[in-house]
């Protein structure tokens, strides 16, 4: 089958070499010829066919080469398992005994090194957050390491290392009553680090140049709180970093930062106003014009209560107040009867009264309008709360808070402008009826003296 098939590959070979041979000479050849080509290529592919059996063979050896390697390879490997998995039985077995012996040894030490462990465990974390560690680093890394080196590794602390746990705590203690001045690196609100002299209060508190400062135990760097409290918190910082020795009031958090971090969270009073929106402007806007509107009128007021009160002490009656303008119709009509004084001195109040009450009817509307301002400002902010309710649900405090600070905060700003404008419409309300009172007053007493005469 071999031979069969090598014949039928020879002849095609032939043939596709006869086809080139008559391509490219553009002839015939004749059936010697072609017999003779047949052997040829015939021969070329017996000379082919040995070579190629030749490789073979070789190949072949080497893999068997390969193969003969690739096992002696792998019988040694499992050799080594198995003394690797004995000397590994063996060495379980002595560790378990070093180990009982190593309990027994230890006895009692072993419960002390384990309350050495957990005690430098927890003091760590404390010291990690303590702002003393901002005057003394590197406190937290030494327990750090030492709970560690315990836990994993079984290892016995040293006497240096015992000292030096108890030597920390007993600082950290010694440290948390005294105030003391150290120079350190503070990044400022604005990013740059400065090196500054500090202030520390205890545990409790770091403050530098009047600001309130904050420790990170992660990166171990003071920076300023970014938002400071009131002025009047500032004011005492202040004040302890230039006392001398001497008694000043602090405003100290005892909670080690937690109350601070809450007060300066809170909004001022300018965040305040811009929660109400724009609803919130205008109330704003409305109680500033009333507040300028009664101011003028508190002034104008005044002026003229006190030039009636002259006016009452003098016989001379001058126009510059409205006593004075009333009393002159008296002289004007002095033969007039009584009847007729009557209605000119009555003319002339009512002359004075749209002078005396000026824009107090506005400041009245304003002192009405404000509340209701502030209950249309909370109304539109329980409008947005329900609509993000309607969104989003109810699981996020967060998103109803704008629309619930909108209602507030207008309801707020709406009594804070009616309230005084209320006060300060009655108040001038009260001045003009008394001076209008003094001049219906003087008026009635003019009209009884003509009367008598009369």
Excluded at 297 to 319: G, M, W, Y
Excluded at 421 to 449: H, K, P
């Amino acid at each position: 089958m071999k031979t069969l098939l090598k014949s039928i590959a020879s002849g095609l070979l032939a043939t596709l070499f006869l086809g080139q041979a008559w391509a490219q000479e553009g002839r015939a050849l004749d059936l010697d010829a072609l017999l003779k080509q047949l052997e040829q290529g015939q021969f070329m592919q017996n000379q082919q066919n040995v070579s190629r059996e030749k490789i073979f063979t070789q190949k072949r050896a080497e893999q068997d080469q390969m193969l003969r390697e690739a096992r002696q390879q792998r019988d040694q490997m499992l050799r080594n398992s198995e003394q690797l998995e004995t000397q590994f039985e063996e060495n379980d077995f002595k560790i378990a005994d070093l180990n009982e012996a190593l309990t027994k040894r230890l006895g009692s030490l072993k419960e002390l090194f384990g309350v050495l462990q957990q005690v430098s465990g927890d003091t760590k974390n404390k010291f990690y957050n303590s702002v003393i560690s901002a005057q003394i680093p590197g406190r937290a890394e030494f327990l750090d390491e030492l709970a560690q080196s315990m836990g994993s590794s079984s290892k016995l602390a040293s006497i240096e290392e015992i000292e030096r746990v108890w030597f920390e705590i007993q600082r950290e203690m010694t440290e948390s009553g005294k105030v003391t001045t150290f120079k350190t690196d503070v990044v400022e609100a604005g990013g740059n680090k400065v090196n500054k002299d500090v202030v520390r209060v205890g545990p409790f508190a770091l403050v530098s140049d009047g600001k309130y400062l904050e420790y990170n135990g992660v990166t171990g760097s003071v920076s300023e709180l970014v938002r400071q409290p009131v002025d009047r918190y500032q004011d005492t910082a202040s004040a302890l970093q230039q006392s001398k020795g001497e008694l000043v009031e602090f405003g100290l958090d005892p909670t080690g930062g937690s109350i601070l971090g809450l007060l300066v969270q809170a909004p001022n009073l300018q965040e305040r106003v811009e929660q109400g929106g724009i609803v919130g402007y205008i109330i704003l806007a409305v109680g500033a014009v009333g507040l300028l509107l009664a101011l003028e009128r508190l002034i104008s007021l005044t002026v003229t209560r006190a030039k009636v009160n002259r006016q009452l002490k003098t016989p001379e009656f001058k126009d510059n107040n409205p006593l004075g303008r009333v009393m002159q119709v008296r002289d004007r009509y002095a033969k007039a009867d009584t009847e007729a004084l009557e209605l000119h001195l009555t003319e002339a109040i009512l002359g004075e009264l749209p002078k005396l009450g000026r824009n107090l009817t506005i400041i009245k509307i304003i002192s009405v309008v404000a509340p209701l301002m502030g209950l249309l400002g909370t109304v539109t902010g329980m409008i947005n709360t329900f609509q993000a309710i309607t969104l989003f649900g109810t699981g996020d405090p967060q998103l109803m808070a704008g629309g619930i600070s909108t209602a507030l905060v207008t309801t707020v700003l709406g009594l804070v402008v009616a309230i005084p404008m209320t006060l300060l419409y009655a108040l001038l309300n009260t001045q003009n009826r008394n001076i209008v009172a003094i001049l219906q007053e003087q008026a009635s007493g003019v009209i009884a003296e003509r009367a008598e005469r009369g």
